[in-house]
């Protein structure tokens, strides 16, 4: 099986800095891969590059080959809307729209077209219970998505971006401001997921990363400093740097 | 301690004053416009259809000149509105950098022309080419809106780029992340949640334009009478009371602060409107 996200010598420039260097990373098909490092490293410009949400950076440019589903991402024929459909992201900050539980799960598959009542609430109702939340919100699914608590909003951030129905997830730090029982149903909910689809899990909590992926890859100052199963990464690090890491002696 | 004391009091003596010159102005306004329009009748100051104040005896009646500056007004808001939300959301949504950098500042020039070079460019430019291309004398409803039109624009422009640039860029990542066009966020998210501030855009741009007196002068012919097409010419409140207040005195004297009575009161209701509304959308 190719691998879902493969980097191939990829670098990023932002304003002439190199962001990223000689990135080499396969992300395997339904598996859960964990991005550490410290900040500055790189690892949410990596992710915002598989959706090409780093175009809202003008001045970002690439080097080498990022594919999804063995296609370049960077190919100037790629449809990014489409892209994007597939490689759905959930951000750091939880960001529900302002508008109602309902219409934020809604909103990706209105843009696709799905008109249908039916159809609508069969989404919000599949995608509320994968993201762990349809219990807690089921009676008012028409209230504002911002009156939510924070780890409720992401849980719904994380609905939104199932409903487009992704070949890949793209957790961007998504428990950096959560508390530890939201955590806790994030990762039960990834868990679920994997069946699925594949997951690449950004995170600058490295226990998460110990717990939670199935491999992980470490990343320091724009480079991947290297990349191996969970258990092996955490226990036996190649890498000096790797191992000052996990082992708290700097981040 | 001492120091900083007399220091907040004289900041707010400063403070106070602007206040004080409101409150002077408005019981100015209030007392000399007030009574003639109570002893004349509301009723027949407000619809009344006729203004003969040096007839004997004068007749004040106000109407024609109200639905003059709505008409104007309502003009100035079709052409200006469209154009000026169209550039503020080119400018703050898909100009490229380099682009706004030029653009905000001109446009905020357009704000510094005053309103006497505007009415000038209307009477040697806008009038003869309606009078030759679309008849009438030229000058009229439609001289009056198009110049309205852009001079509201400054005033649209900036306060609904604020009100576009003040969503927070979460959204539109959000939008996009959803897959969403530029387009398609700016239409379904950033415009709705700008909302309060768009319309405050509009109202304060309406303001602008009942307020306007010079270039209005200049171009809208000045003619008492409710327009009956855009080519009508018109007499507008703001106009009534700068081309008589020169000569007018006793009854037709206060007849004119009534009129601006009536402007105190159009501007103070937009200006709650549009606060209230900016207000309400920021909340939601």
Redo the contacts between chains.
């Keep these: 099986m190719t691998p879902i996200v493969e980097a191939r010598q990829f670098g990023v420039q932002i304003g002439g800095n190199a962001v990223l260097r000689e990135v080499n990373l396969g992300v395997r098909r339904n598996e859960i891969l964990g991005i550490i490092g410290p900040a500055g490293s790189g690892k949410t410009t990596f992710l915002r590059c598989i959706?090409r949400?780093g175009d809202?950076e003008?001045s970002l440019s690439t080097t080498g080959t990022l594919s999804l589903d063995g296609t370049d991402v960077f190919s100037p024929g790629t449809d990014v809307?489409?892209l994007?459909?597939r490689a759905?992201?959930v951000?750091a900050?939880p960001?529900?729209?302002?508008?109602s539980i309902y219409e934020n799960i809604a909103?990706?598959p209105r843009?696709?077209g799905t008109r249908s009542r039916d159809r609508l609430d069969e989404i919000v109702e599949r995608t509320l219970r994968a993201s762990v939340l349809w219990d807690e919100v089921k009676d008012r699914l028409h209230t504002?998505g911002l009156k939510l608590s924070g780890g409720q909003q992401q849980r719904l951030?994380l609905a939104?971006?199932l409903a487009?129905e992704p070949q890949v997830l793209l957790l961007d730090e998504p428990c950096s401001g959560l508390d530890p029982i939201s955590t806790a149903k994030i990762e039960e909910a990834m868990q679920e997921l994997k069946k699925q689809l594949t997951v690449v899990l950004v995170t600058n909590n490295v226990k998460q990363a110990a717990r939670a992926s199935d491999r992980t890859a470490f990343f320091l100052m724009g480079e991947m400093v290297e990349v191996g199963d969970t258990g092996d990464l955490f226990t036996h690090p190649r890498d000096k740097r790797t191992n000052d890491y996990i082992s708290g002696r700097f981040g | 301690m001492k120091q900083d004391n007399a220091i907040r009091l004289s900041l707010l003596g400063l403070a106070m004053s602007a206040v004080t010159a409101l409150a002077v102005i408005t019981t100015f306004i209030l007392k000399e416009g007030v009574p003639v329009i109570f002893r004349y009748g509301l009723g027949a100051f407000l619809f009344g259809t006729e203004w003969k104040p040096t007839a004997e005896p004068p007749i004040f009646g106000v109407f024609a000149m109200i639905a003059g500056s709505f008409a104007v007004t309502a003009g100035a808001l079709a052409i200006g509105v469209p154009v000026g939300l169209g550039s503020a959301i080119f400018l703050s949504e898909f100009a490229p950098k380099k682009v706004a950098i030029v653009l905000k500042p001109a446009l905020e020039l357009l704000a510094g022309i005053p309103s006497v070079v505007f009415g000038f460019m209307g009477m040697l430019v806008l009038l003869p080419f309606i009078r030759v291309h679309l008849g009438g004398p030229g000058a009229s409803v439609l001289g009056g809106s198009a110049i309205l039109g852009i001079m509201i624009l400054p005033t649209v422009i900036s306060i609904s780029v604020d009100a576009l640039r003040s969503v927070p860029r979460s959204y539109r990542e959000g939008s996009f992340a959803l897959g969403a066009t530029g387009w398609q966020t700016t239409w379904r998210v950033t415009l709705p949640a700008a909302r309060g501030g768009l319309v405050a855009a509009v109202i304060l741009g309406m303001g602008r334009a009942v307020g306007e007196t010079m270039a209005v002068i200049m171009v809208t012919g000045n003619t008492v009478q409710i327009p009956h097409s855009p080519l009508s010419p018109v007499r507008t409140l703001t106009s009534n009371i700068a081309l008589e207040m020169s000569y007018a005195s006793g009854e037709h004297r206060e007849a004119l602060f009534a009129t601006g009575v009536i402007l105190f009161v159009i501007i103070m209701a937009l200006n709650t409107v549009a606060n209230t509304v900016a207000r309400l959308g920021k909340r939601a």
């Design positions: 959706n949400l809202l003008p809307a489409a994007r459909r759905g992201m951000f900050v960001n529900p729209l302002p508008r909103f990706g843009l696709m504002s951030c939104r971006t487009l």
